[in-house]
């Protein structure tokens, strides 16, 4: 089956603990986004990868870092200096930057108390 | 920045109703635009891409058009069914290339 994986499902960590996401795609797509859902807002872009070793920020990427040593992979650690981590946090993948569409993994929740 | 507004925020309707959903974004110089479905907790479900050299796609009782010009794109649902109950996003994606941006949803209860 073909898809992008997230691990875990559910993530709890004490605060101040740094905590890594994990994002799995089989789908040899170049594109790859970390996206993060708040209640009552629309999806905003944390950072993305057009290639491997090579990202960029999105809207919102203090207090995360990212790397992309392969392309099947885009891990995001969420740091303590990140003020409110507490969200559902979605990866996504395309087969290029344009033209094509996106497609989303189950997505992680974190609740960090 | 692209600011995204879907209208209603929720919606309620018969089973057998056909509806639309309104999308309107303020920067009109988009790439393409995406509807998604969003069941709760789940990840995002792509249901229609609209290329920038388009005006409209369909997918079986799905139709979404889109005027680039006027900064608005509907989605039409035909024949509504209990199963198209869910949250119905969409994403005008900017001219770069670079960034989808992502209204709040409609939130679709389809009573049977």
């Known amino acids: 089956d073909g898809g992008i994986t997230q691990s875990p499902k559910y993530l709890f960590r004490k605060e101040g603990q740094n905590v890594t996401l994990s994002c799995e795609q089989n789908?040899?797509?170049?594109?790859m986004y970390w996206y993060r859902q708040d209640p009552g807002q629309g999806l905003r872009l944390i950072y993305y990868s057009q290639i491997v070793n090579d990202f960029q920020k999105g809207d919102i990427a203090e207090g995360y870092s990212v790397s992309r040593e392969k392309k099947e992979s885009f891990p995001l650690t969420v740091t303590s200096a990140q003020k409110n981590p507490t969200a559902f946090y979605l990866c996504a993948s395309s087969r290029e930057r344009t033209a094509y569409e996106q497609y989303f993994g189950p997505g992680t929740r974190l609740t960090v108390t | 920045k692209q600011e995204v507004t879907q209208i209603p925020a929720a919606l309620s309707v018969p089973e057998g109703e056909n509806l639309v959903l309104n999308c309107s974004f303020t920067?009109?110089?988009?790439?393409?635009l995406q509807w998604f479905r969003q069941d709760p907790g789940k990840g995002l479900t792509s249901l229609l891409l609209i290329q920038s050299s388009q005006r409209e796609q369909t997918s079986g009782r799905l139709n979404a058009s889109l005027d680039k010009s006027s900064g608005r794109s509907t989605l039409y649902i035909a024949a509504s069914q209990p199963g198209d109950s869910a949250t119905y996003l969409c994403?005008?994606?900017?001219?770069?290339?670079?960034?989808?941006?992502f209204g709040t949803g409609t939130s679709l209860t389809v009573i049977p």
């Open positions: 920067d009109s110089a988009i790439y393409n």
């Open positions: 789908l040899n797509h170049d594109a």
């Open positions: 994403a005008p994606q900017e001219n770069t290339g670079n960034q989808f941006y």
